[in-house]
């Protein structure tokens, strides 16, 4: 993927002298590869608001997760990094390996310009693993007439259980743009998967104009590649598909299975990140493998009105098979929200959040994340409350732990005022709107009610993360938001709003609503409904930092609230990168 944030006027001429100094220095200079012991003992950037257990580098700019597998028991992520600054540009392929996702040591890099092929650039691909167990990568390369094309990599040493070095044959590209193919908007190769018909199988995002392309392309060897004549799938106004994803998906909570797994009546996830929004989109369908068409279900728009994975700052997801553990675990991006400028001063931008297992909902719908397991294990100190009413109006404090750095699980019921929700206007179509409209000060009927989080004692810095309940006819719709606009003191900052519609009956649930809530200094992950909605917010407080943050339950509506359970804990600082 390509990608670089909004920058201010301000900042250009910054931008523009690293440029300078990258092209004064040539390339043999600028894509000098780091020593795995470098890497280790490199000093960390500026510590303000840095995430605790997010992955990170240990500084300078990442954005999209690459590549992530699990072979012979180890876990690998690459990712895009730029060794030089803390802004977009001369991208390699970082690597790290874990045995558990959470704790991550960094290796060389894995993948960077070398050859005519990618000389100008490595963005974003995939990892598949061939027969034999032998991994093989695809990622997009710039070549040197500046055109995507795709080039394949190996391991060098198969014996090594880090797969330290990767080798990109001469033969490389694999694929070209040619025919009908725009050059400069033909990115991202997908995970493969192996068909009945002997084929390897894989998309790449493109457009042509307006329309949005994921372009199929096949193989018998993985190296000699022929175009499809049709795309897997398309959509008119969609513009540029970057980063696709297409995967099978099970409706068995944490339980999922590998690409290839072709069978009749599996259903389909086929997610895209729309360039144009900077959001990723999904449907849920029907993959027909013989003529290899994707056919979405009809029961959510495809288009950028459609479902997300997630609700806010979150972009270029990956999924990929875990093997290990027979799960499909989701890799996402979570851009800076904080100026470019502000960025150099720290001297790094850009976390990873936490990894999901993703699984098709029983409704058939839509998908479920949840925090893999493995986080759990980062939890310490614990306090809760518990069988609690919140009535109109209060605020309660949750004492005990540092909560700058937590994880949050409460349990509300309902029951006893679901028949005095408001009523739901139709022309409420856009939840994050919405939720700039009904902000946390905005007294409704059931709700807002939920958390602040990054808070200081006087609640004047805070974060709000809540739910607001309405009624349209016999149902119920439920409202998830994410409210910034007092989350920091500091002037300058970009503090969007965020929402979701979650897709629950709460007439089934008894009127019961979870939500989850990960805290990292400078991110906040939501998952509500048992990870129905997610929202992921950047927060960068001025006072409520360290152990000046505070956590507390609220309710704003003017029907009490009961808190079934809540339960946070204070979370550990795993090893992250050598930091």
Same mark, same amino acid.
């Given at each position: 993927?390509?990608?670089?944030?909004?920058?201010?006027?301000?900042?250009?001429?910054?931008?523009?002298?690293?440029?300078?100094?990258?092209?004064?220095?040539?390339?043999?200079?600028?894509?000098?590869?780091?020593?795995?012991?470098?890497?280790?003992?490199?000093?960390?950037?500026?510590?303000?608001?840095?995430?605790?257990?997010?992955?990170?580098?240990?500084?300078?700019?990442?954005?999209?997760?690459?590549?992530?597998?699990?072979?012979?028991? $180890?876990? =690998?992520?690459?990712?895009?990094?730029?060794?030089?600054?803390?802004?977009?540009?001369?991208?390699?392929?970082?690597?790290?390996?874990?045995?558990?996702?959470?704790?991550?040591?960094?290796?060389?890099?894995?993948?960077?310009?070398?050859?005519?092929?990618?000389?100008?650039?490595?963005?974003?691909?995939?990892?598949?693993?061939?027969?034999?167990?032998?991994?093989?990568?695809?990622?997009?390369?710039?070549?040197?007439?500046?055109?995507?094309?795709?080039?394949?990599?190996?391991?060098?040493?198969?014996?090594?259980?880090?797969?330290?070095?990767?080798?990109?044959?001469?033969?490389?590209?694999?694929?070209?743009?040619?025919?009908?193919?725009?050059?400069?908007?033909?990115?991202?190769?997908?995970?493969?998967?192996?068909?009945?018909?002997?084929?390897?199988? +894989?998309?790449?995002?493109?457009?042509?104009?307006?329309?949005?392309?994921?372009?199929?392309?096949?193989?018998?060897?993985?190296?000699?590649?022929?175009?499809?004549?049709?795309?897997?799938?398309?959509?008119?106004?969609?513009?540029?598909?970057?980063?696709?994803?297409?995967?099978?998906?099970?409706?068995?909570?944490?339980?999922?299975?590998?690409?290839?797994?072709?069978?009749?009546?599996?259903?389909?996830?086929?997610?895209?990140?729309?360039?144009?929004?900077?959001?990723?989109?999904?449907?849920?369908? +029907?993959?027909?493998?013989? =003529?290899?068409?994707?056919?979405?279900?009809?029961?959510?728009?495809?288009?950028?009105?459609?479902?997300?994975?997630?609700?806010?700052?979150?972009?270029?997801?990956? +999924?990929?098979?875990?093997?290990?553990?027979?799960?499909?675990?989701?890799?996402?991006?979570?851009?800076?929200?904080?100026?470019?400028?502000?960025?150099?001063?720290?001297?790094?931008?850009?976390?990873?959040?936490?990894?999901?297992?993703?699984?098709?909902?029983?409704?058939?719908?839509?998908?479920?994340?949840?925090?893999?397991?493995?986080?759990?294990?980062?939890?310490?100190?614990?306090?809760?409350?518990?069988?609690?009413?919140?009535?109109?109006?209060?605020?309660?404090?949750?004492?005990?732990?540092?909560?700058?750095?937590?994880?949050?699980?409460?349990?509300?019921?309902?029951?006893?005022?679901?028949?005095?929700?408001?009523?739901?206007?139709?022309?409420?179509?856009?939840?994050?709107?919405?939720?700039?409209?009904?902000?946390?000060?905005?007294?409704?009927?059931?709700?807002?009610?939920?958390?602040?989080?990054?808070?200081?004692?006087?609640?004047?810095?805070?974060?709000?993360?809540?739910?607001?309940?309405?009624?349209?006819?016999?149902?119920?719709?439920?409202?998830?938001? =994410?409210?910034?606009?007092?989350?920091?003191?500091?002037?300058?900052?970009?503090?969007?709003?965020?929402?979701?519609?979650?897709?629950?009956?709460?007439?089934?649930?008894?009127?019961?609503?979870?939500?989850?809530?990960?805290?990292?200094?400078?991110?906040?992950?939501?998952?509500?409904?048992?990870?129905?909605?997610? $929202?992921?917010?950047?927060?960068?407080?001025?006072?409520?930092?360290?152990?000046?943050?505070?956590?507390?339950?609220?309710?704003?509506?003017?029907?009490?609230?009961?808190?079934?359970?809540? +339960?946070?804990?204070?979370?550990?600082?795993?090893?992250?990168?050598?930091?």
């Amino acid at each position: 993927m390509r990608s670089s944030k909004e920058v201010l006027p301000k900042c250009l001429l910054l931008i523009l002298f690293a440029y300078i100094l990258l092209e004064k220095n040539g390339v043999e200079a600028s894509h000098r590869i780091s020593s795995t012991e470098e890497l280790q003992n490199v000093p960390p950037a500026t510590i303000s608001n840095r995430t605790g257990y997010h992955f990170q580098s240990p500084k300078n700019w990442i954005n999209d997760p690459n590549g992530p597998m699990y072979y012979n028991g $180890i876990y =690998h992520l690459f990712y895009q990094f730029n060794p030089l600054a803390p802004v977009w540009g001369n991208i390699v392929w970082a690597h790290s390996y874990s045995t558990d996702m959470v704790n991550w040591k960094p290796l060389r890099h894995a993948i960077y310009p070398t050859k005519p092929f990618d000389i100008n650039g490595c963005w974003s691909g995939s990892a598949t693993i061939l027969p034999g167990n032998k991994p093989v990568i695809m990622y997009t390369g710039i070549d040197e007439q500046n055109r995507q094309v795709q080039n394949i990599a190996f391991p060098k040493n198969l014996s090594d259980p880090y797969l330290r070095e990767w080798v990109k044959p001469d033969y490389n590209p694999v694929i070209k743009p040619e025919g009908d193919i725009n050059s400069s908007a033909f990115r991202d190769p997908t995970t493969a998967w192996y068909g009945p018909d002997s084929h390897w199988k +894989t998309i790449i995002g493109s457009r042509n104009g307006r329309l949005g392309m994921a372009v199929l392309y096949k193989s018998r060897d993985f190296i000699k590649w022929v175009k499809a004549d049709n795309p897997l799938h398309s959509a008119q106004n969609a513009g540029m598909w970057e980063c696709p994803d297409f995967f099978p998906v099970l409706p068995k909570p944490m339980l999922g299975v590998d690409n290839s797994v072709i069978r009749n009546g599996l259903k389909h996830v086929f997610k895209v990140s729309l360039d144009e929004t900077r959001y990723d989109y999904y449907t849920v369908g +029907t993959y027909d493998f013989i =003529h290899n068409k994707y056919v979405p279900n009809g029961l959510s728009p495809d288009n950028n009105t459609g479902l997300r994975f997630d609700y806010g700052n979150f972009y270029a997801s990956k +999924t990929f098979f875990d093997e290990g553990k027979g799960r499909r675990v989701l890799w996402g991006w979570s851009n800076e929200s904080d100026s470019t400028q502000e960025d150099w001063e720290k001297g790094w931008a850009g976390i990873q959040t936490i990894p999901r297992a993703l699984w098709l909902d029983g409704n058939g719908r839509q998908v479920v994340q949840w925090p893999i397991e493995e986080v759990n294990k980062l939890r310490k100190k614990e306090v809760g409350i518990r069988r609690k009413i919140v009535k109109s109006g209060s605020v309660i404090e949750i004492k005990g732990i540092e909560a700058a750095q937590a994880d949050v699980e409460v349990s509300f019921d309902l029951s006893s005022s679901l028949e005095k929700a408001e009523k739901f206007n139709l022309s409420w179509t856009d939840p994050q709107k919405l939720c700039g409209q009904k902000g946390a000060d905005e007294k409704g009927g059931i709700g807002p009610f939920g958390l602040f989080v990054l808070a200081t004692d006087d609640r004047e810095e805070r974060t709000a993360v809540f739910f607001r309940i309405f009624k349209e006819g016999q149902k119920h719709v439920i409202l998830m938001c =994410h409210d910034p606009t007092k989350s920091s003191k500091r002037t300058g900052l970009y503090k969007p709003t965020y929402g979701g519609f979650v897709d629950y009956d709460l007439s089934k649930s008894g009127g019961k609503l979870s939500l989850r809530t990960l805290i990292d200094h400078s991110v906040v992950e939501s998952f509500g409904a048992k990870g129905r909605t997610c $929202i992921t917010s950047r927060i960068y407080p001025n006072f409520a930092v360290g152990s000046n943050a505070r956590l507390f339950a609220f309710n704003n509506g003017a029907e009490e609230v009961k808190i079934i359970e809540l +339960t946070a804990w204070e979370m550990k600082k795993p090893f992250m990168n050598g930091i």
